[in-house]
Structures are given as structure tokens and as C-alpha cells.
């Protein structure tokens, strides 16, 4: 079998509005690794995630997944958005909400296959979800919603996984049940990619950092990346995290 | 003769006219329509374009009625020409969706207003029936254009049921996994634009975002699933609908008007009593705690 395709992010610009948002940042993102962004608020790590996958215009610069353009190949794709740009009073029960991760499988004008609905109900198994089942989604709390999501994304049996900010106000359980599953996913070889802000414990538990402040500051392993010098070019001198600092 | 039997003769007495007979069906048909597509209005927080969509299409109902052409085909294409110029306006200048709409509606309405005055003078037709409804004057050739959209639009809900359902919870979400949402969304607005013409002799343009709106509102209080709401809605819906038609004729109401104070009735009764969100009754769920 031929090695599972990389990531691979060439001169890649972005603007928002009118600002620039992105300056060339080139990257490799290798299956296998837990791969965590950060940088200071608006260092542009959302923006990275949308513009990889197309859902916002490039100035320059190309995103590749294999041979072809990454943003053709979004059937490969499981992204999860913040969960504060989703309505959380919309009429869906939490099956609702996972059964949509099996639209793109299922195709036009098809019904959902009892395999569909098999790899649903595994999926909330896994993230300790299934008696939440017929819940609606606005009764939840804010972990189980996280949770509901990341089954939506295993649902989808994608090779490319994207989360943004995952980790904001969830409780224990929930950040303890998603960094295990990032951890089989990177384990069966998949792209993990996880935007994060908190530099505390939880970074140990990524492969590879990628710290951004509107360009790439530094990628690698985490004794590469958060080096005293790095660290100033990307949050100036006002951080107060110097704990695993190398 | 019992009450409940003079009740019924009321009911079904009307029904051996046959224009009875045609209003009857034309208000189910946009009862249920409105209540399903209006269900996607509400919660993508589109009311506002489904009320720009419905006053636009009236100098497209004008140019067709002076061509000859069927006014419903002209309508359409003023309804969807009018998303398609708000979406210009706001995509290509710093100008917000909802200035573009007022700006857009307003324009086409009063383009429509005027078209339609200046016509209805040596014509026969009438301008106050499409601003109000006129249900109980509808054709048997409006009945049969009804039929035709109601069955259309049905059919396209059912067979994009699952996509628009992930595009109107998650549109980021969908387009991420590869949905055509660009697609989708103009597939909601060429439905919108759909149910609001074959509601204009219903309700009428001005108050048909009441018939969009209300009956999924209305089921939204009381039901957990998008489907269920449309369903129930389209309860709601027929409901008031054919209410609506029995109050115009008892008392020569326009039957515009006369829908809309019973679906906001409805509605005010789920708001006050809805067992999960009823102010007065419920149980107290709402606003739900946001745990952050």
C-alpha cells in the first residue's frame, strides 16, 4: 500500500476584509501526528484551517492533499467549527446532528443505508454519547455538544481532521474522551489538526506544534517550537507561560 | 338544529359553491407550503428575505399580466432577480445584507405598485387582491398553477432533506465536507420565491411572511426535530388557512388579514402554553443555561 498522502501548504496568503490575514506560510502537515495551532487571538489559526480547505479565497499560494488540491478532495475532510458559530436552539435532535455526518457518503437522493446509521450510533458509542441519542441539542451542556460534533466528524470517516477550538468551555471528561480519540485517529495514521489557544498541561499531548502570529513563527516538535525567542515573535513579551519552555 | 350541527352546515355549506370548492384547495396547498419552506426562514434567521422576496415580486406579476404571459411565471423570476441583486449589492460593496434588502424590496415594490395602478385602470385587475389576498376569487387555472408549484416544491424538500438540513444547522460545516452550498442556498431562494407566488391570492405579498413564519414558530415551541416542526406547522398552516377563507366569506374580510389573525393566535397560544416553552405554563427550560 502506498504511504498515506501529506498536507502540504505552499505560499499561502489569506486576507480578511481588506487586512492580511495570512503571509506566506508554507507547511507540511504528515498523517499520523497530532498537530496543534497556536498563536495569540487573531494570529490567524481559524483562517488557516478555512483557507486550507477552501472555504475562504486564497490571495496566493496552494494547499495540496496528494497529487490534487485539497480543497477537490473535501470528501476526505471532517471539520469541526467552533461551537460558537452554531445555533444551538436549532430544532435537531443530537442523531440529527451526527446522521449529518453520513450526507456526503450517502450521495443525492439517497436514503441513509443501515450501515450509515451503524457507523452513526458507533461513532456517539465512542464519545460516550449514545443515551443522549434523542436529545435535542440545545439541552446540553457545552462538553456533551463538543462531543456530539466529534462524533459528527468520526461519522464521516474522513482521513483529514480539522477542529477548531475544541477544547473551549468543556468540561474534564470531555477534553480527557477527545484527546484519546485524537490519539487513535493519529494512531491509524489520519491528519489531526486542532487550532488551540491554551499553553498549559494540554500541550504536551500534541506531536507537532504550529505557532502562528499572521505568519508561521515556528513548526516541529515542541522543544523546537517553544523556545524563549519564539515564543516573544509570537505573543511580544506579555505571555506568562514559560513552563515547558526549552 | 344542534349547535354542533349548525357548526358543521356552516363548514361545509359554502363548500357546494364551486369557487368554494377551489379556495378550499388552494388553502390547503399554500398552508402546507408556506409552513415548510417558511420553516427554513426561521431558523437560518432569514425572515427578512422571505418578506423581500414576497414584496419584489410584484412589478415581475405587472410586466407578465402586460405581456400576456402567466402572471405566476413573471412573479417567480421578479422574486429570485431580487435575491440575486441583494446578493450583488452585498457581496460587492461594504453595504450589509439587510440595508441591501431594504434598499432592493422597496425598490421593486414600489416599481410594482406603480405598474399595477397604472394598469388596473383599464384593466381587469385588481391591485388591492395581491397586496391582501383575494382567496375566495381564485381561478380554476390558479388552482391548477398551485397544484403544480405545491408538488414541486414538496417534492424538492423531500429529495434535499438531508442537505439542506446540514446547510441550514452548519452551512461552514457542509460546505467543509464538500456540500455544493452555494447551490443549496439558491435552491432555497428559488423555493421561497416559489411558495411565495402561489400564496399571493392567498394572503397576499405584504402578509405572507405571517404564513412563512408563524406555523414553523408556532411548532417550534412544542417539537424537538426540523421535520416534526414542518409537519406540525403545515397543521398550523392549513389550519389557519381555511379558517382564514371561512372568515373572508361570513365576513367579506379580505382573506389576508383575516389568516394572519389566526396564525398568530396559534402561535400565541404555543407562546403562552407550549408545555416546554410556554411563559405561563412551561417548564421553565428557558433561556437555557449556556454553559461557556
Given at each position: 500500500m502506498a504511504p498515506a498522502p501529506c498536507i502540504t501548504i505552499d505560499h499561502l496568503s489569506v486576507n480578511y476584509r481588506d487586512v492580511q490575514a495570512l503571509r506566506n506560510i508554507n507547511l507540511t502537515l504528515r498523517p499520523g501526528k497530532l498537530v496543534g495551532v497556536f498563536g495569540p487571538n487573531g494570529a490567524g489559526k481559524?483562517?488557516?484551517?478555512?483557507?486550507?480547505?477552501?472555504?475562504?479565497?486564497?490571495?496566493?499560494?496552494?494547499?495540496?492533499?496528494?497529487?490534487?488540491?485539497?480543497?477537490?478532495?473535501?470528501?476526505?475532510?471532517?471539520?469541526?467549527?467552533q461551537r460558537s458559530q452554531i445555533d444551538w436552539t436549532f430544532p435537531a435532535t443530537v442523531w440529527d446532528v451526527v446522521m449529518m455526518g453520513r450526507v456526503q457518503k450517502t450521495g443525492w437522493f439517497n436514503r441513509f443505508s443501515t450501515a450509515s446509521r451503524q457507523i452513526a450510533q458507533d461513532a456517539l458509542n465512542r464519545v460516550g454519547m449514545a443515551d443522549f441519542r434523542d436529545r435535542p441539542i440545545g439541552a446540553l451542556s457545552g462538553g456533551q455538544q463538543q462531543r456530539v460534533f466529534l462524533a459528527r466528524a468520526l461519522a464521516q470517516e474522513a482521513d483529514i481532521f480539522c477542529f477548531d477550538e475544541p477544547f473551549v468551555g468543556v468540561d474534564q471528561k470531555t477534553e480527557d474522551v477527545i484527546y484519546k480519540i485524537f490519539r487513535e485517529l493519529a494512531a491509524?495514521?489520519?491528519?489531526?489538526?486542532?487550532?488551540?489557544?491554551?499553553?498549559?498541561?494540554?500541550?504536551?499531548?500534541?506531536?507537532?506544534?504550529?505557532?502562528l502570529n499572521k505568519e508561521l513563527i515556528a513548526t516541529g516538535p515542541r522543544d523546537w517550537v517553544l523556545t524563549r525567542d519564539n515564543m516573544t515573535r509570537a505573543y511580544g513579551g506579555h505571555v506568562g507561560f514559560f513552563g515547558h519552555v526549552a | 338544529?344542534?349547535?354542533?350541527?349548525?357548526?358543521?352546515?356552516?363548514?361545509?355549506?359554502?363548500?357546494?359553491?364551486?369557487?368554494?370548492?377551489?379556495?378550499?384547495?388552494?388553502?390547503?396547498?399554500?398552508?402546507?407550503?408556506?409552513?415548510?419552506?417558511?420553516?427554513?426562514?426561521?431558523?437560518?434567521?432569514?425572515?427578512?428575505?422571505?418578506?423581500?422576496?414576497?414584496?419584489?415580486?410584484?412589478?415581475?406579476?405587472?410586466?407578465?399580466?402586460?405581456?400576456?404571459?402567466?402572471?405566476?411565471?413573471?412573479?417567480?423570476?421578479?422574486?429570485?432577480?431580487?435575491?440575486?441583486i441583494i446578493g450583488w449589492i452585498h457581496t460587492r460593496s461594504p453595504i450589509k445584507e439587510d440595508a441591501a434588502m431594504g434598499i432592493v424590496f422597496s425598490a421593486f415594490f414600489a416599481l410594482g405598485i406603480t405598474l399595477i395602478t397604472t394598469i388596473q385602470k383599464d384593466n381587469k385587475i385588481d391591485l388591492n387582491h395581491f397586496l391582501f389576498g383575494n382567496i375566495l376569487g381564485v381561478t380554476a387555472?390558479?388552482?391548477?398553477?398551485?397544484?403544480?408549484?405545491?408538488?414541486?416544491?414538496?417534492?424538492?424538500?423531500?429529495?434535499?432533506?438531508?442537505?439542506?438540513?446540514?446547510?441550514?444547522?452548519?452551512?461552514?460545516?457542509?460546505?467543509?465536507?464538500?456540500?455544493?452550498?452555494?447551490?443549496?442556498?439558491?435552491?432555497?431562494?428559488?423555493?421561497?420565491?416559489?411558495?411565495?407566488?402561489?400564496s399571493m391570492k392567498v394572503v397576499g405579498?405584504?402578509?405572507?411572511?405571517?404564513?412563512?413564519?408563524?406555523?414553523?414558530?408556532?411548532?417550534?415551541?412544542?417539537?424537538?426535530?426540523?421535520?416534526?416542526?414542518?409537519?406540525?406547522?403545515?397543521?398550523?398552516g392549513v389550519f389557519s388557512s381555511v379558517s382564514g377563507m371561512y372568515l373572508s366569506y361570513y365576513l367579506n374580510l379580505p382573506s389576508g388579514p383575516a389568516i394572519v389573525m389566526v396564525v398568530s393566535t396559534l402561535f400565541a397560544l404555543a407562546f403562552l402554553f407550549s408545555p416546554r416553552y410556554g411563559v405561563l405554563i412551561g417548564s421553565g427550560r428557558w433561556p437555557f443555561k449556556v454553559r461557556r
Open positions: 481559524s483562517t488557516l484551517i478555512k483557507a486550507m480547505l477552501g472555504l475562504m479565497p486564497l490571495v496566493t499560494g496552494r494547499v495540496t492533499y496528494g497529487e490534487d488540491t485539497l480543497a477537490h478532495q473535501l470528501d476526505r475532510v471532517a471539520y469541526v467549527p491509524v495514521g489520519k491528519i489531526v489538526l486542532v487550532v488551540n489557544h491554551d499553553l498549559g498541561e494540554s500541550i504536551m499531548n500534541f506531536d507537532q506544534l504550529i505557532l | 338544529m344542534s349547535p354542533e350541527l349548525a357548526l358543521l352546515n356552516g363548514l361545509t355549506e359554502p363548500l357546494q359553491y364551486a369557487f368554494m370548492q377551489r379556495s378550499l384547495a388552494v388553502a390547503i396547498m399554500v398552508g402546507i407550503i408556506c409552513s415548510v419552506v417558511g420553516s427554513y426562514l426561521m431558523v437560518q434567521r432569514l425572515a427578512l428575505l422571505g418578506d423581500a422576496i414576497s414584496h419584489s415580486v410584484l412589478p415581475g406579476l405587472a410586466i407578465a399580466f402586460l405581456l400576456g404571459v402567466n402572471i405566476f411565471v413573471g412573479a417567480f423570476i421578479a422574486g429570485v432577480l431580487s435575491t440575486v387555472g390558479e388552482v391548477r398553477d398551485t397544484a403544480i408549484i405545491a408538488a414541486l416544491v414538496l417534492l424538492i424538500v423531500v429529495l434535499l432533506y438531508k442537505e439542506l438540513l446540514f446547510y441550514s444547522f452548519d452551512p461552514l460545516g457542509a460546505k467543509a465536507s464538500g456540500l455544493p452550498t452555494g447551490l443549496l442556498h439558491a435552491g432555497l431562494m428559488v423555493l421561497i420565491a416559489l411558495t411565495v407566488v402561489a405579498v405584504i402578509l405572507v411572511l405571517s404564513l412563512l413564519i408563524a406555523p414553523g414558530a408556532t411548532a417550534y415551541l412544542l417539537v424537538p426535530r426540523l421535520h416534526q416542526v414542518m409537519l406540525l406547522g403545515a397543521g398550523v
